[in-house]
C-alpha cells in the first residue's frame, strides 16, 4: 500500500512537471516529424516527386516514429542526467517502494509521453496533408492498441540505452542509435516493397519500429483501387513489440539496479 502511494505520487510529480513545459514538449517532439508530413506528404506530392496517396502510406510511419523517439528520450535523456554526476536520482531510491519500480514509474511515464505525442500527429496531419489525409475509421482500437505496446516497447529500450551510456556519449548515442532507428524502421515505405532488397528488407526485422509501422499502416491505411496495402502480418507485429517491450524491459531494470546500487 505504501510503495503503491509512493509510485504514484513520482508518476504524479513528474505528470505536473511536464504539464507546466507542456509547450516546450510540443516543440520538442513534433518539430521534426511535423516537417517530415510537410515536405514528404505535402510538397513532394504537390510538386510531382512523389505519387499521389503517398501521405496515406506515410503517415502510420510518421506516428510510429513519434511514439517512439518520444517514449524513447523520455527515458533516456533524463535517466542519464539523473545517474550522473550529480546523481539526482537518489531522492527518488529514498521513497519507500523497490528500485525496480523507479525503473518501472520512468518506463510507464515515458510511455504515456510517447501516446500524447503520437495522438496530436493526428489532427495535424489532417491539418497539414488536407485533402490528401486518408485513415481508417473502423479499425481506431487497433490504432490504439498498436501505439500503446510501441510506446512501451520504445520507452523500455530507452531505459537500456539511458542506463548504458555516459552522459558524456550521448550525442554520439544519438548518432549510432537515432539514424539507423529512423531510416531502417520503415517509416517512409512499406515493408512488403523491399522484396527487391532482400538483405535490406531482413535488416529492418530488427528495428522494432518495423513493426509499429507496419501495424499502424495495416490500422490506418484503406484500400487503394480496392487493393489492400500488403504489410507485414499482425502477429509477427504484436510478436515483434512484445518481445521488444519485454526483453529490454527486463534488461534495463537489471542495469539500472546495478547502477544505481553501486
Known sequence: MIASRAFLAILRRDIVVTGREFIAFLLQVLLQPLFFLFIFGKVLPSIGFARTGFAAILLPGIVALTVVTTALQGVTLPLVLD?????????????????????????????????????????????????????????????IGIMVLTAFAGASLGLTIGTLVKPEQIGLMFSLIFTPLIFTGCTYYPWASLDSIRWFQIVTLFNPMTYASEGLRFAMVPAIQGHTLPTLAMGWVILGLSVTFVAFLFIGIRTFRRRVVS
Open 83 to 143: 545517474l550522473g554526476f550529480a546523481r539526482e536520482i537518489d531522492d527518488r531510491l529514498l521513497a519507500p517502494l523497490p528500485v525496480s519500480l523507479v525503473a518501472v514509474e520512468k518506463v510507464i511515464f515515458a510511455a504515456m509521453r510517447g501516446l500524447v505525442a503520437g495522438a496530436i500527429i493526428f489532427p495535424l496531419a489532417y491539418w497539414i496533408l488536407g485533402n490528401e489525409y486518408n485513415v481508417r475509421g473502423d479499425a481506431i482500437g487497433t490504432i
